[in-house]
């Protein structure tokens, strides 16, 4: 059986108010285990607009998405977070009362957690890679198609067909490249928007002959019953032509779907969860929403206001998780208690 990680407190998303929601918990001495779906962490900033300038964080006249990830991870270090990154939170079940709440919160990789509360920091939902329209596409996945690369070594041996034309395709054709018996990439037209350096390695390795890269779509494929034995592609004359393989691995770029959450029996408004503006807590006591992913009169889907929902949860969260101690209030700049706590007293 798997084990049971026993906490405090799941947060549902690493995206910013995930990660500011671990600093504003931690000043109140609670612990946080993170969950997402992205193998990094960071949620849009990171994955939609890294090198994109920000004008609007409080105190930043100016800082790009990745830096913003970045400085959230120095500020949230000295409480220690646990990341489960590659994973989606499937299944939440209250087992407690309302009194005293309790959750099992299961991942897809079988991760199983035991907590008092649970925040959904989920934004505009889970990262989910776009499928490519090929027909009959879905009894090869699994097997022989995969929409994400969590194992490299899972592809030693194979013959893997890459399509895309963006970083991930670059990035796995690089890394799969020395791995499989043999790489192809396959892209729509001569021109990839990933990033340069990768494209340039990547054209050395097929004038070595180490690798193939052909031009064209991916518009059937040939197999017996979840075996992949080729795709049938296209190029752009219109001339159809196989490749071998018995491995494809589609990059097409993630879209934002809401997911398991509309199974875990909270009320939902078209996709959003409802939460009261006093602690951000949703129908469910114990379970709390910010950020993007809640909805409450005037909501604005600002980081600035996922930053204050954090704030004001945390405070519920402690009167769940430490029912007989009472919060006082502390400025960080003076309180030596807080200061300790962060480690610069
Ligand atoms: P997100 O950043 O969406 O992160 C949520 C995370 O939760 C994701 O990583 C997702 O994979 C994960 N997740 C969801 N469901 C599950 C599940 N079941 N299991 C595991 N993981 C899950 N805002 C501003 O304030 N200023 C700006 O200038 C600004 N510019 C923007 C520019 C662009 C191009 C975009 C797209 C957005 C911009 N925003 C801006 C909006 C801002 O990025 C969002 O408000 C912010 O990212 C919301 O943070 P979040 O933590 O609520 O959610």
Redesign the pocket.
């Known amino acids: 059986a798997d084990e049971i990680i026993t906490t405090d407190v799941v947060i ?8 500011f929601a671990v600093f504003e918990l931690g000043l109140l001495d609670i612990r946080a285990h993170l ?4 193998p990094k962490v ?4 990171a ?3 890294p090198e ?1 300038p ?4 409080p105190g930043f006249p100016v800082v790009t ?1 990745q830096g913003l990830v970045d400085n959230l991870i120095e500020q949230i270090k000295p409480f220690g977070p646990t990341f489960h990154l590659n ?4 299944a939440l079940e209250p087992t407690g009362t309302a009194e005293a709440p309790r959750f099992r919160v299961v ?1 897809d990789a079988g991760t199983v957690f035991d907590t008092k509360t649970v925040l959904i ?7 989910q890679p776009k499928k490519p329209p090929i027909p009959g596409i879905d009894a090869y996945e699994g097997k022989s198609v995969f929409y994400a690369v969590r194992k490299m070594e899972a592809f030693r041996g194979r013959d893997v067909l890459i399509v895309g034309g963006g970083d991930s395709a670059l990035d796995w054709t690089l890394n799969l490249q020395p791995i499989a018996r043999r790489v192809t990439l396959m892209h729509r037209r001569d021109d990839f928007r990933a990033a340069p350096h990768s494209v340039e390695q990547m054209r050395a390795l097929v004038a070595s002959g180490q690798m193939d890269m052909k031009l064209g779509q991916v518009t059937g494929l040939r197999g017996e019953g979840s075996t992949l034995e080729a795709a049938i592609c296209r190029d752009a004359a219109g001339e159809t032509f196989e490749i071998a393989c018995d491995t494809l691995l589609p990059f097409f770029g993630l879209t ?1 779907k809401l ?3 509309a199974d875990w029996g909270l009320n939902l408004n078209e996709n959003l969860i409802p939460a009261d503006t006093e602690k951000f807590e949703t129908s469910t006591p114990g379970i709390f929403a ?4 809640n909805t409450y009169p005037g909501k604005l ?4 206001s ?1 930053f204050h929902e954090a704030a004001l949860a945390a405070q519920k969260v402690h009167r769940y998780v430490y029912p007989d101690k009472r919060l006082t209030f502390q400025y960080t700049t003076s309180s030596t208690s807080l200061q300790k706590k962060l480690g610069v007293a």
């Open positions: 549902v998303g690493a995206g910013p108010c995930g990660l969950v997402d779906i992205l960071g949620g849009q900033c994955e939609l607009y994109k920000i004008y609007d964080i998405g994973q989606m939170i499937q991942t920091a989920a934004g505009g939902g889970s990262f934002m997911g398991p959450i910010i950020g993007d992913i889907k600002l980081i600035l996922g």
